[in-house]
Each structure stands twice: as C-alpha cells, then as structure tokens.
C-alpha cells in the first residue's frame, strides 16, 4: 500500500532554456538573404542529414518562413537561405 503524505510543498518549476533556442532565435534574427549552415551528423538509410538543418527547416515552416537550402561543395553541411 502506498503511504499518503500531508503538508509537502510543490517545489517550483524549474525553469530552463528552451530546446533549439538557439534555432529560435537565429530565425527571429534572419532577413532576407541571410544563411546559416548545419554540419551533417545523422544518417538515415544511408543517406547523411543534418538534425538540427531538419528543426531548423520545420521551425520556419510552421512560422510562415520560406528557405532554401544547399548542400556545399564537399557534401558535408547544409546552408539554408532566408528566401521570404
């Protein structure tokens, strides 16, 4: 049988950065024009991506944002433009 306690106190909630903050305000701060590049670090089916290229691309998605993005040269990073 569980014990039934009286008279503990909620502790606050903790208060922390959110996740992809980061992200978040990297697009907040974006104009037209303006880059920003992802390292590739997942694979998937053996194909390499970038995971945060991934949050960043569906953050400016469901914010009415529209980028581009390109590989570079040597296939290693992920480069998406702020288009609209």
């Known amino acids: 049988m569980l014990k039934v306690d009286k008279g503990v106190p909620i ?3 903790a208060t922390a950065r959110p996740k992809n ?9 974006m104009e037209i024009g ?7 670090d997942g694979i998937s089916n053996g194909i390499r991506y970038s995971k945060d290229g991934n949050t960043f691309r569906f953050m400016a998605r469901s914010r009415g944002i529209n980028v ?3 590989e570079n040269e040597d296939g290693s990073a992920i480069r998406f433009w ?3």
């Open 68 to 70: 581009t993005q390109r």
């Open 82 to 84: 702020r288009v609209k």
């Open 21 to 29: 903050q980061d992200l978040h305000d990297a697009l907040s701060h």
């Open 11 to 13: 502790p606050k909630k």
């Open 34 to 40: 303006d880059s920003v590049e992802f390292p590739k």
